[in-house]
């Protein structure tokens, strides 16, 4: 009976009458979710729908920080500072590598020979060389790096992504949080729920077809049909608003629902994924490859009103023959798409809201192993920062003459997150609490890396 009911309810004319006539079949026999389940809004294809919980969440936050969104490279296994930002040509030959530093754009700052891009923007960078932790596995250091917390068995710690999520208001239809082209490990919400973990559109926005799942309505359902459905909708919470007066739960279902419309009737929200309104000049310059219109595609997002944006880079774990590695293409599309990325959001005026962080789980040893490689090495390495509010063209903190430990200033991860924080107007020293009564402080014991701020 259920099963027929709604395969009718699905092709039901939406007007009144009608619908009241379903309303009424309903209502004495089942719940309105339990409707929708079973005929009503998941025709329509919308497999991030529980992601609008967030809303709630998000309508208390407030919108003061210098940024207003935030995109984060991911330099997954681990880059070596030295073969990057943080060269050593005066140390001997098994540490200072085979490459060499060169000049930037800022007078006494020099980093990599293959990175000729950056080079031409590091007035608006902060390199921070001073970075330190101890966790030098790949999984450990990842979640450190990406949370401000050590790993904590059995604990999930959010990410920085999804503690803007939860505490920024929404702009626009798009999700708050995206992962470019899929999430990073430990990049999600722990124990504030799956609703607020990020949104990944799938595929690889270098592919001639690529297109975002879930926002494009199933197979053959038409805007008109939509409406409909929408209109059915409508009718069913009027019937059972007489059973759910006062239900927080029902309240908090409509707003998902709503916003899930909103993103299917969006154009602009669908315009935001659209990399083929991209003058070919411009993605050429950023690189035809995954990466670098990752990073085009990061751009158009954050003007879209996306407040936390993540993009991958792999290829830095560099146990052997690592110079021949990162020569042969890890480093010219890194300087390619970033070097486009900085230039990009400066020409169209939106890097002073728009901060950057590059960072990877640690950095390499500075003795080259036997293979050619370097082995992980958590003590010191780099991050950089730029936009939102980052003062470009600075050096934070320095590592030794040969890069095995900090020699001014160390940053420890719950300083880069106080600072990530603070940027985007998240106040810092909060608690927030877990489902089980545990309160965790987004930043604890850090602060803001004051010589990074401008």
């Not at 880069?416 to 909060?430: F, V």
């Amino acid at each position: 009976m259920e099963r027929e009911a709604a395969e009718r309810a699905s092709n039901i004319v939406a007007d009144k009458n009608a619908c009241t006539e379903y309303n009424n079949l309903w209502a004495a026999n089942m719940g309105r979710r339990d409707f929708l389940r079973a005929g009503g809004l998941t025709a329509l294809g919308l497999g991030m729908t529980e992601y609008f919980a967030l809303g709630a969440a998000s309508a208390k936050g407030l919108d003061g920080g210098a940024a207003d969104s935030a995109i984060l490279i991911w330099m997954g296994g681990g880059p070596s500072h030295l073969d990057t930002f943080d060269l050593k040509p005066d140390a001997p030959q098994e540490i200072r590598g085979a490459f060499n530093p060169m000049k930037t754009n800022v007078s006494g700052i020099e980093i990599c020979e293959h990175l000729p891009n950056l080079a031409k923007q590091m007035d608006k960078v902060c390199l921070i060389r001073s970075m330190t932790t101890p966790e030098a596995a790949h999984e450990r250091g990842t979640h450190y790096m990406m949370t401000g917390f050590p790993p904590l068995p059995g604990f999930g710690v959010p990410a920085y992504g999804s503690v803007a999520a939860s505490q920024l208001p929404l702009r626009g239809a798009l999700p708050p949080y995206i992962a470019v082209p899929s999430p990073i490990m430990y990049g999600g919400a722990g124990f504030l729920g799956a609703a607020l973990d990020p949104f990944s559109p799938g595929g690889d926005p270098n592919d001639g077809g690529f297109s975002v799942r879930d926002l494009t309505p199933a197979s053959g359902m038409t805007k008109e049909r939509v409406d409909r459905r929408r209109a059915l909708r409508d009718a069913v919470d009027s019937a059972f608003a007489r059973f759910e007066k006062g239900s927080d739960r029902a309240k908090t279902v409509d707003s998902f629902y709503k916003r899930a419309y909103a993103l299917l009737s969006s154009d602009k929200a669908r315009a935001a994924f659209d990399m083929k309104q991209e003058k070919d000049d411009l993605r050429n310059v950023y690189g035809r490859n995954s990466f670098g219109q990752s990073l085009l595609l990061a751009r158009r997002l954050v003007e879209g009103g996306v407040r936390f944006v993540t993009v991958q880079h792999g290829g830095w774990d560099t146990h052997s023959n690592a110079f021949n590695a990162l020569r042969g293409g890890t480093l010219q599309q890194f300087d390619q798409g970033l070097g486009a990325l900085l230039k990009d959001l400066a020409d169209r005026g939106i890097l002073k809201k728009t901060m950057v962080i590059v960072l990877g789980e640690f950095g390499r040893t500075p003795q080259i192993n036997r293979d050619g490689g370097r082995d992980h090495h958590s003590r010191c390495f780099s991050v950089l920062m730029a936009g939102g509010g980052i003062k470009g063209g600075t050096i934070v903190g320095a590592s030794d003459a040969k890069g095995y430990e900090p020699a001014e200033r160390p940053v420890h991860p719950e300083d880069l997150s106080a600072t990530i924080y603070e940027r985007l107007g998240i106040d810092y020293t909060q608690s927030i609490s877990s489902p089980e009564g545990v309160r965790v402080t987004l930043s604890r014991g850090g602060r803001p890396i004051e010589q990074a701020i401008a």
